[in-house]
């Protein structure tokens, strides 16, 4: 089997990444590392009520009896390759991984800041961190900046910028500040993406609703039903794309569903095509082919152990499976990414595994000639 590339890995952002590259005009109120009221390291934030301390950020092969210790973790007791090039390339090294695509922690959180302007001087900021991490192995380290979902110029300004910076992807925050992402206004920006050849990414955690506060305090029930939620947050993104006509106005733009597992695709797949057919909705005056075509055609899935994706001949044989170590946050495989690859991949053929470890995540960021 060929080395791996991660189609989802995060950096713990350092206590330099928004100060030292912000615009100066917002310096004074720029995301900063501070004791917390429990002593421990954690990211103060305008417009957040409650600092978001770094400890779960980072705790990749931690023991689970140990988690809890973990989360009063300080920055400098975290694993150095959670932000710095030299150590990651150990740890890629340690699990057969030639690269990895780079998606943001802190900033994951940012997401749901509704001062967009703010948000934007944030992400700007950590867009220059990254590039200046990602300049240290850019055959290893593939960054995927971040927007902010101000307005569609702004957005546009971002992707641009973002291609020019060697960045592969863009990371996109779940809600933007004007319409929705299905809205015909967006057709510039989606074309914007066509052209530069940059998917956008949406990840887990970055949507209203299906955030970081709703895990742990679901609208229903006990605390673990709020991480068995997670995944509506990027299916709702699906929907949006899919029933909005987004593909069909836009046959080339590629999206990557982060971190949501797979093995749900094909029921959603189903479920879709039933909708159109049956239930009178009016989505033959929006998309001309069955809501699976587009899953099919324009949606990557990454997933780290989700043994479910590798039972669908839909998902194996479709080239938009993708696996992902999620490196170094809690849900990572490491240090045992092998051995669950290969536990769980072993009734596949070994052009079948090259595909989902290397080559569906090469075409879709355009990463000619890894590993």
């Keep these: 089997m060929k080395s791996c590339i991660s189609a989802d890995s995060h950096i713990v952002e350092p206590p330099n990444c928004y100060i030292d590259f912000i615009d100066p005009k917002y310096r004074a109120t720029a995301p900063r590392q501070e004791k917390n009221k429990h002593g421990v390291d ?110 569609i110029d702004e957005m546009i300004g971002d992707f641009k910028r973002a291609k020019e910076m060697g960045m592969v992807g863009m990371m996109m925050t779940g809600n933007p500040q004007y319409e929705d992402y299905d809205h015909p206004d967006y057709d510039a920006l989606w074309q914007c993406a066509v052209d530069l050849d940059l998917p ?108 479910t994706a590798y039972e669908s001949p839909k998902l194996v044989n479709n080239n938009k499976l993708v696996w992902a170590s999620d490196y170094p946050h809690t849900d990572s495989t490491y240090p045992r990414s092998q051995q669950v690859l290969a536990q769980q991949m072993a009734h596949l053929t070994e052009a079948q595994k090259n595909a989902i470890v290397h080559d569906n995540v090469a075409a879709a960021f355009n990463l000619p000639g890894v590993g």
């Excluded at 939620?229 to 733009?253: A, M, S, W």
Aim: with cysteine.
């Design 42 to 151: 954690a990211f103060v934030v305008e417009g957040m009520k409650n600092p978001l301390p770094l400890g779960l950020l980072a705790g990749a092969g931690v023991p689970t009896a140990e988690l809890r210790i973990q989360r009063n973790a300080n920055f400098d007791e975290l694993p150095q390759a959670a932000w710095n090039p030299g150590p990651r390339l150990a740890i890629q090294d340690e699990e057969d991984i030639c690269a990895e695509i780079i998606y943001a922690s802190v900033g994951m959180v940012l997401c749901g800041l509704e001062d967009y302007a703010y948000k934007s001087a944030c992400f700007n900021a950590y867009n220059r961190w990254l590039q200046s991490f990602c300049s240290e192995a850019p055959t290893r380290l593939y960054g995927l900046a971040q927007t902010s979902g101000g307005s």
């Design 200 to 307: 956008i990414c949406f990840h887990i955690l970055t949507m209203k609703g299906h955030d970081v506060a709703s895990v742990f305090k679901p609208p229903r029930g006990h605390t673990a039903n709020g991480f068995m939620n997670l995944i509506r947050g990027v299916q709702d993104i699906i929907g949006l794309f899919l029933f909005g006509g987004v593909f069909e106005r836009h046959p080339k733009l590629k999206l990557v569903v982060a971190e949501g597992d797979a093995g749900w695709v094909p029921h959603y797949m189903a479920r879709a095509d039933h909708n159109a057919e049956r239930l009178g909705t009016g989505l033959e005056r929006i998309i001309s082919k069955p809501p699976s075509h587009y899953v099919r055609e324009n949606i990557w899935f990454t997933f780290q152990d989700d043994e």
